[in-house]
């Protein structure tokens, strides 16, 4: 009788301890995503202590830079010393950043404290989106994306919020001490709970390859947070970047042929599926960070809402790409299919983004409300579906190099997309305004073609309506070039072809693999 008991009570205790490795890795990844967010909105009172305004924008690039270097670099060591350990060392690296990142007295130090903070967060999305892929079968896999595109949906809405309210309450040094008791709890969780198999890699860490890619993304980065800013696209430092770029990136591709263990081996490139979930999350993340950035600023300029709220504003996306998120997993787990998502995800987005590029001076919120659930119906589809996937086409002994490799792809993407949309964004508000808005409408617009809501109430009624419709025309050349992008992660999507999810379905039986081994019962 009590081996009967024990038996009945073990799966329960098993996906106890799953669900609580689960919370450990959910809080992790709020970590990773509200931390830019919480900045963004500290930024003006950093800049009001520390001072130091020309060096602004280094203090989200250095960010930015060391997290897309370091990305592929966790995923392999994780892939070879074991996943545990690793990723507890890039949380405690990232709270270390984020101390520091507090303890700042001027911004030369917070902007190298920040690159360490980055160097930290590289490995944060990596070893969440691995381990999970080490504990759940992928066809089981399904039914957690929805709580993945929760804590996405949340940090994209409640990022400003928060911010907002500790930078006015605590002081603006809060917005990175915030992370360190959620980033403790996070350990405490892991450490106690989370038992995978120790690896020890005899060959050694490929240095050069580290190296080479290092140089290859940094360039990318570079090019595309500088060019039409800080340096015209024309000029010879972005020509140097781009040269240094594609140099590094065909040396590091080269060397990945012979290296005894490479950092990203070529060979998960031959899954035709790899291949192409990549793409499309690269599209992915193009088209979403730079619908993030323009819609918020469309509905405050043109549509007179309450910048205080941005992060609301979004609601419609990240609600419809929750729901769809939820929805898509289910049937997922139920059936083992997902060839339909990320062909439905493509036209969903392309038919969004085409929507939101129609949207004038005239638009009402419902209707743009209604125009961003499309996109958010589409990217919800999208979203997890790409690293299920991605996952499923590669061995076991490389599924730190395949989120890392997928993760480094949106990232990418997103830097792309802000740079692409934003370039096109500003030369059309700027010819825009001095088309309708006269010598006047060039000087307001001469050094940004953002203007905050201090900036708009203080321009004349005909400047700000001009304004509004250079805004308008400038959101519809983003949005369109969004919709033409799109078409690629479309004919991707058609491409892909559906190979049988590894693990089991929804009924368990005695064969089916289990992930409760890897975790403390």
Not at 56 to 80: E, R
Not at 115 to 126: E, N, R, T
Not at 165 to 186: A, E, K, Q
Request: proline fraction near 4%; include cysteine.
């Amino acid at each position: 009788m009590a081996d009967t008991q024990t038996v009945e009570t073990e799966p329960d205790k098993k996906q106890r301890s799953v669900r609580v490795v689960l919370l450990a890795l959910m809080i992790t990844m709020m970590l990773a995503m509200l931390d830019n967010m919480i900045v963004g909105t500290a930024m003006p009172t950093i800049v009001g202590e520390l001072g130091g305004l020309e060096h602004l924008s280094w203090v989200v690039t250095a960010y930015t830079l060391a997290t897309a270097a370091a990305t592929p670099l966790w995923g392999k060591l994780g892939d070879m010393y074991g996943r545990k350990g690793v990723f507890m060392s890039s949380i405690v690296l990232f709270l270390v950043g984020s101390a520091l990142s507090g303890m700042a007295q001027d911004m030369g130090q917070l902007i190298g404290f920040r690159a360490v903070q980055g160097l930290g967060a590289g490995g944060l999305m990596v070893g969440v989106m691995a381990i999970i892929g080490d504990l759940i079968p992928p066809r089981e896999r399904g039914k957690y994306q929805g709580m993945m595109a929760g804590v996405m949906a949340l940090a994209m809405i409640g990022g400003p919020l928060v911010g907002g309210t500790i930078t006015d309450n605590w002081g603006w040094r809060w917005s990175f001490y915030i992370n360190l008791p959620l980033g403790v709890v996070s350990l405490g969780l892991i450490s106690a709970v989370l038992h995978l198999p120790k690896k020890r890699a005899q060959a050694r860490i490929d240095y050069l390859g580290a190296a080479l890619l290092t140089v290859g993304i940094t360039s990318i980065v570079l090019v595309t947070t500088w060019g039409g800013t800080e340096y015209a696209w024309s000029s010879a430092r972005i020509m140097e970047l781009i040269g240094i770029g594609v140099a590094a990136l065909v040396g590091f591709v080269f060397w990945q042929t012979k290296a005894a263990e490479p950092v990203v081996p070529l060979h998960i490139f031959r899954s035709r599926n790899f291949t192409l979930m990549s793409i499309i999350g690269f599209i992915t993340g193009f088209v979403m960070f730079g619908a993030t950035l323009f819609l918020p600023l469309y509905q405050q300029s043109v549509q007179g809402a309450s910048a205080t709220n941005s992060g609301l504003l979004l609601l419609p996306m990240l609600g419809a790409m929750l729901v769809t998120s939820m929805v898509a997993g289910r049937i997922t787990t139920n059936s083992g299919r997902y060839y339909v998502f990320p062909v439905a995800g493509s036209v969903l987005m392309v038919i969004g983004l085409y929507l939101l590029s129609t949207m004038d001076t005239g638009t009402s919120r419902f209707t743009s409300g209604v125009f961003m659930a499309v996109v958010g119906l589409g990217m919800g589809c999208l979203m997890q579906i790409t690293m299920l996937v991605a996952q499923n086409s590669v061995e076991m002994k490389d599924m730190g190099v395949a989120s890392s490799s997928t993760t480094l792809f949106r990232t990418l993407g997103s830097s792309f997309g802000v740079a692409i949309m934003g370039a096109l964004f500003n030369h059309r508000v700027q010819d825009t305004m001095a088309e309708r808005g006269g010598e006047l409408g060039s000087k307001v617009t001469e050094q940004s073609a953002q203007l905050d809501a201090k900036s708009l109430e203080k321009l004349p009624d005909a400047v700000r309506e001009a304004y509004q419709y250079a805004v308008s025309a400038g959101t519809h050349s983003a949005f369109l070039l969004g919709s033409i992008v799109a078409v690629v992660s479309l004919v991707a999507a058609v491409f892909v072809k559906e190979v049988p999810l590894k693990g089991a379905g929804p009924q368990k039986s005695a064969d089916d693999p289990a992930p409760a081994p890897l975790v403390e019962v």
